[in-house]
């Protein structure tokens, strides 16, 4: 009651102030009306539109120099390189086109500016101007686009002809589970509905296809540099998407149904934890980690670079921590640990 009481008087004063403040503007005579910009308003403002076209363009210029160091480092598969090429020609575009749309803008809203006995010239069109500032839009944009198309195009050729390894993302809240193809290079049918969780099938893997007999399962991914991997993904719950930004792949994972994504890794996980950006990042957040630490703050161990598998949708409370370790290794090193591994047959556990 006392915080309405309270609300409500300063609610009633400042109604009287601002009562107060009208009767004493009607009690001036002036001969000029107030709320009507006048020649020293209007060049005022003028001079603020560039102040604040300085203010846009220093902004833009403090952010790139101030937070560069947070962009991904270089891409560890075949087709980053070209996907971070369109990336970057189409911020050059943006940012040149934005650098002079802003300056003409800001510099006609002072050159023309409202001034006392000037009238505002009435311009019903020219067809020139209109073709020139539609046509460099439309061949700049179908460039993009038809560039974009390509790349895609290239990046989502998934096929058998380079003998790529096959590997099924499962994503579920709130963790991923990686499957390997096997021996055979071909997974085993699976389904929601075959889960048996008393028999370690956790993937309802279908016990009566061979085909699943030798295909692995596991809780941290591991990759063959240089060898061509074809990802097969599904969802049990709701949808999630498989990202791996250091490979610049990204792909959703929709219940009910398979989706694909094919990729090359180029960098092995110890060559990129050589990388000078990796290098630079990890010192920098080992330094607020040490300082955590010592303010005993919990997540201040030290950190080591890894690749990672992130969950790119919201897809409940825990989904930031929806993540999984890839390494990238020697074909020599992938084989090694795939033959440490148990196969499906051999780590299901017999019916009761």
């Known amino acids: 009651m006392t915080a309405l009481l309270t609300l409500t008087v300063l ?11 009208k009767i004493f503007e009607l009690s001036q005579s002036k001969t000029d009306n107030p709320e009507v910009a006048n020649d020293s308003d209007n060049k005022n403002n003028g001079y603020l539109l560039f102040g604040f076209l300085i203010f846009i363009y220093g902004i833009t210029i403090f952010s790139f120099v101030k937070y560069s160091k947070m962009l991904l480092p270089e891409a560890a598969s075949e087709h980053g390189g070209e996907y971070d090429q369109l990336m970057w020609v189409s911020f050059g575009i943006i940012f040149f086109v934005q650098t002079i749309t802003q300056a003409l803008l800001h510099y006609f809203g002072y050159k023309y500016r409202g001034q006392k006995g ?24 179908a460039g993009l686009i038809l560039w974009g198309l390509y ?3 290239s990046i989502m050729d998934i096929n058998e002809d380079d003998d790529p390894l096959v590997v099924e993302l499962y994503a579920q809240q709130f963790n991923w589970t990686a499957r390997y193809a096997g021996d055979d290079n071909v997974l085993g049918d699976a389904n929601v509905r075959l889960i048996d969780i008393d028999r370690a099938n956790v993937l309802g893997i279908d016990e009566s296809d ?5 295909d692995v399962i596991v809780k941290e991914l591991h990759l063959p540099v240089g060898r061509k991997v074809n990802f097969k993904m599904r969802s049990q719950d709701v949808l999630h998407s498989a990202y791996m930004p250091h490979f610049r792949a990204q792909m959703n994972c929709v219940p009910g ?6 990729f090359t890794p180029t960098v092995t996980t110890e ?19 040490a300082k955590w630490a010592a303010e005993g703050k919990p997540n201040s161990d030290p950190w080591e670079f890894d690749y990672l598998l992130l969950c790119n949708k919201i897809c ?16 020599e090193e992938f084989n090694k640990w ?5 196969t499906f047959k051999a780590s299901m556990t017999p019916a009761e």
């Open 11 to 21: 609610v009633l004063v400042a109604i009287a102030i601002w009562q107060m403040t």
């Open 118 to 141: 000037r009238k505002a010239l009435f311009y019903a069109d020219n067809d020139r101007l209109e073709f020139i500032w539609t046509i460099i839009p439309v061949i700049v944009l």
């Open 151 to 153: 790349t895609w195009t």
């Open 210 to 214: 061979p085909n699943g007999d030798d």
């Open 257 to 262: 149904m398979i989706t694909q994504f094919s």
């Open 271 to 289: 060559e990129m934890r050589l990388n000078p950006d990796v290098v630079e990042k990890v010192r920098r957040t080992n330094e607020l980690r």
């Open 316 to 331: 409940g409370k825990s989904h930031y921590n929806m993540q999984m370790k890839i390494i990238v290794e020697t074909e």
């Open 338 to 342: 795939m033959a440490e591994q148990k």
